[in-house]
């Protein structure tokens, strides 16, 4: 028996939920794991001995706002460098494909904050053609998703109001469009422009069509509209309504879900969610306004913020809500203030951290990332996450942001922090757990087959890595620091890390559902 690669003598822990540890070797031909066991008397072009660390199956981010810098950008092995294999497009629903010129440039413009710059032509005419720019120019895989954002915009522009039939059915079409090509389920973004104008009857007739391809509906949830008690609850009713898997983006267990967690498991509702476990969000500015003056595109929210009721009615409405002057600015136009606090920009130019904020967004067009720290106390913050750890319904993902000057830590810490913090430090959970929770259990929810598991005929999509030194090195204050003790991340058969070290290989595909 001849392979391609042996990884000799490691303890697999395959990606199961009921995993247990074991000893053995792992075969790969090609791109496929094809032989797990003994071995001793096989043949193999690369032999990596493995003595105290640990085989897994590579991890599924299904939360990352990574797809233009993954193709040449400085952070295109923020994921690879934790041990993602698969990265998620249309977080959000974010996309700028199927789109006129001028709709694509908008969108661009508002998804800026989390994507920074781009030298890209954003004209992709069809879904097919947007996922065509990724085979062969990327360290790892991607997989889709319909871009609830995007198709609205494609059909209704940037209006705030509820869709007519026809325009539901024009939605539809392009729903269709994206299923065939691919896409595991739709992504929706309910508390940005333009999807937080789809009323739930649109929710509906969209997830019925996903539905019937076998798809998911994972959405950051009506939040700043509903309130986040409420905001779940019309996430159950639309799964009543459609008979669609739910999946809920960058959540947390504390008093509000827990009860509705518990709810959905009373009613037989098939809901998921997704954590980064950190006590921070991050986003733009804009959307800490009052919803109706987001409304819009980009330049006619700034034509509305020019005006003096506008501004008044705005600051009343921000000091009415929380801001604590902690938020640090991540990411001007300009480059201003970029590493600061609110509190320390604003008295910088003598003004109150809501004027300052107001204000920051006129002046950089529309485009400012802030990171929002959770207002209540550490201790609080830490026994949420901790819950939040080990429930069940929870999977990792990192709602990581790429190419922006102060990234929050966790597009390049988050899995490295949980099997740090959460499994060796606190063992709050056990590392197969994690290792489910980050491979397994992403890969059957969504769909993904042959992936997220040791087992014969999978993909070759592997971590190596050493449980006593892994590590996140991102910090609040140094977010661009590459983990520690990754020691080999595969992807379809080819090493893109090797002895902790980028090989320059990018063997990353396109993933069906």
């Not at 003994?38 to 990574?66: C, E, M, W, Y």
């Not at 053609?129 to 990327?138: N, R, S, T, V």
């Not at 007739?205 to 905001?231: F, N, P, Q, T």
């Not at 910090?475 to 058969?493: E, K, L, S």
Request: hydrophobic residues 40%; glycine residues 10%; aromatic residues 8%.
């Amino acid at each position: 028996m001849e392979f391609d690669f042996i990884f000799q003598g490691g303890t697999v822990i395959d990606g199961t939920k009921q995993c247990k540890p074991f000893v053995a070797d792992v075969g790969i031909k090609a791109d496929k794991i094809t032989a797990v066991g003994d071995l001793s008397g096989a043949k193999s072009g690369n032999t990596i001995k493995l003595r105290k660390q640990i085989l897994s199956p590579g991890f599924i981010d299904v939360h990352v706002h990574s797809e233009m810098s993954i193709l040449n950008g400085r952070d295109q092995l923020a994921g690879v460098s934790q041990g993602v294999t698969t990265q998620f497009l249309a977080p959000d629903g974010f996309g700028w494909a199927c789109l006129d010129p001028q709709r694509s440039r908008e969108m661009w413009h508002y998804t800026q904050f989390c994507y920074g710059e781009t030298n890209a032509s954003l004209d992709w005419e069809t879904a097919q053609d947007y996922i065509d720019i990724f085979p062969g120019k990327i360290p790892l895989n991607v997989c889709s998703q319909v871009p609830h954002c995007a198709i609205r915009l494609a059909v209704m522009g940037w209006e705030g109001r509820v869709a007519t039939n026809q325009e539901i059915k024009a939605m539809k079409q392009y729903t269709i469009e994206w299923m065939e090509a691919g896409a595991v389920g739709i992504c929706l973004g309910l508390d940005y422009q333009p999807s937080a104008n789809a009323d739930l009857s649109e929710l509906v007739e969209l997830c019925k069509v996903v539905s019937d391809y076998g798809g998911i509906y994972a959405a950051h949830v009506r939040y700043a509209i509903l309130g986040r008690k409420k905001a779940w609850e019309e996430t159950l009713e639309l799964s009543r309504r459609s008979g669609i898997p739910v999946h809920i983006s960058h959540e947390r267990v504390d008093e509000i879900s827990i009860d509705i967690l518990n709810q959905a498991e009373r009613d037989g509702i098939d809901l998921t969610f997704e954590s980064y476990l950190y006590p921070a969000g991050m986003t733009h500015f804009t959307m800490q306004l009052p919803m109706e003056i987001q409304v819009g595109s980009p330049q006619e929210v700034l034509a509305k913020l020019s005006h003096q009721s506008v501004r008044s009615k705005s600051i009343s409405h921000l000091q009415k809500n929380g801001m604590t002057g902690h938020e640090v600015i991540g990411y001007t136009k300009s480059g201003r203030y970029v590493g600061m606090t609110l509190a320390s920009a604003a008295n910088d130019v003598g003004k109150t951290i809501e004027e300052f904020a107001y204000d920051l967004i006129i002046e950089e067009d529309g485009v400012e990332t802030l990171i929002f720290p959770w207002p209540t106390p550490h201790q609080e913050n830490e026994e949420i996450l901790n819950q939040t750890a080990a429930h069940p319904k929870m999977m990792i993902a990192s709602d990581g942001i790429y190419e922006v000057p102060h990234p929050h830590p966790r597009g390049y810490g988050c899995f490295a922090q949980v099997l740090r913090k959460f499994v060796r430090e606190r063992k709050i959970i056990p590392l197969e757990e994690a290792i489910w929770k980050m491979s397994g259990f992403p890969a059957e929810r969504f769909g993904l087959t042959d992936r997220g598991q040791i087992a014969e005929g999978f993909s070759a999509d592997l971590v190596v890595l050493d449980p006593e030194t892994v590590a996140d090195l991102a910090t609040w204050g140094n977010p661009i620091q590459t983990a520690v003790g990754i020691d080999y991340v595969m992807v379809n058969g080819e090493l893109v890390i090797s002895g902790a070290e980028a090989t320059g290989k990018l063997p990353g595909r396109l993933l069906r559902r």
